[in-house]
T-cell receptor
Framework: ETGVTQTPRHLVMGMTNKKSLKCEQH?????MYWYKQSAKKPLELMFV???????ENNSVPSRFSPECPNSSHLFLHLHTLQPEDSALYLC???????????????FGQGTRLTVV | GNSVTQMEGPVTLSEEAFLTINCTYT??????LFWYVQYPGEGLQLLLK?????DKGSNKGFEATYRKETTSFHLEKGSVQVSDSAVYFC???????????FGTGTRLTVIP
């Protein structure tokens, strides 16, 4: 138990569906992250939120839309995805991002997404 | 810039063998260094860390020493177990950066 909870653990969706991934952290952290982990590829940073403000969008297609309503919750809204978007999506949190911190991140267990 | 280069796998060892997974980094300033482990079907878990030169991080029999002169943070364990089978990621964190920088991961399989 890392203090970061992701739901759902598994998701199968069609290319025309709209779905959302949820992440919640109980660690009092101020930074939250979305990562994509595909088979045989390095971990890819997608988005960073620091104190609820998006501070990084790593050239992610607009079919992925993040939302951070508060420092404890992070969503990833999905629409019109492609089969190549199938991957493990990992959420992480850390005390803060950027100039305030060089500490580790705590990861959730991930959502295994399959786009059919 | 910041980057991490990690020994490519997969690595297959017999139980009780000695493990080394190499990791070197490029960074400006003084990063913190980490090893994360990912068990099958799970997210990443912090295994150990070191925050300054010559620090040794250790946990569950694993060790890694922050070597600034060789810019390395190699992971070692003296006697691996089947339960150590997982993917291991080396990472660095840099003050002023928005992100952890990860290596590509090394898959370890330990056979009885």
């Amino acid at each position: 138990e890392t203090g970061v909870t992701q739901t759902p653990r598994h998701l199968v969706m069609g290319m025309t569906n709209k779905k959302s991934l949820k992440c919640e952290q109980h660690l009092g952290h101020n930074a939250m992250y979305w990562y994509k982990q595909s088979a045989k590829k390095p971990l890819e940073l997608m988005f960073v939120y620091n104190f609820k403000e998006q501070t990084e969008n790593n050239s992610v297609p607009s079919r992925f839309s993040p939302e951070c309503p508060n420092s404890s919750h992070l969503f990833l809204h999905l629409h019109t995805l492609q089969p190549e978007d199938s991957a493990l999506y990992l959420c992480a949190s850390s005390p803060a991002a950027g100039e305030r911190s060089n500490t580790e991140a705590f990861f959730g267990q991930g959502t295994r997404l399959t786009v059919v | 810039g910041n980057s991490v280069t990690q020994m490519e796998g997969p690595v297959t060892l017999s139980e009780e063998a000695f493990l080394t997974i190499n990791c070197t980094y490029t960074a400006t300033g003084y990063p913190s260094l980490f090893w994360y482990v990912q068990y099958p079907g799970e997210g990443l878990q912090l295994l150990l860390k070191a925050t300054k030169a010559d620090d040794k991080g250790s946990n569950k029999g694993f060790e890694a020493t922050y070597r600034k002169e060789t810019t390395s943070f190699h992971l070692e364990k003296g006697s691996v177990q089947v339960s150590d089978s997982a993917v291991y990621f080396c990472a660095l964190s840099q003050t002023g950066a928005n992100n952890l920088f990860f290596g590509t991961g090394t898959r370890l399989t330990v056979i009885p």
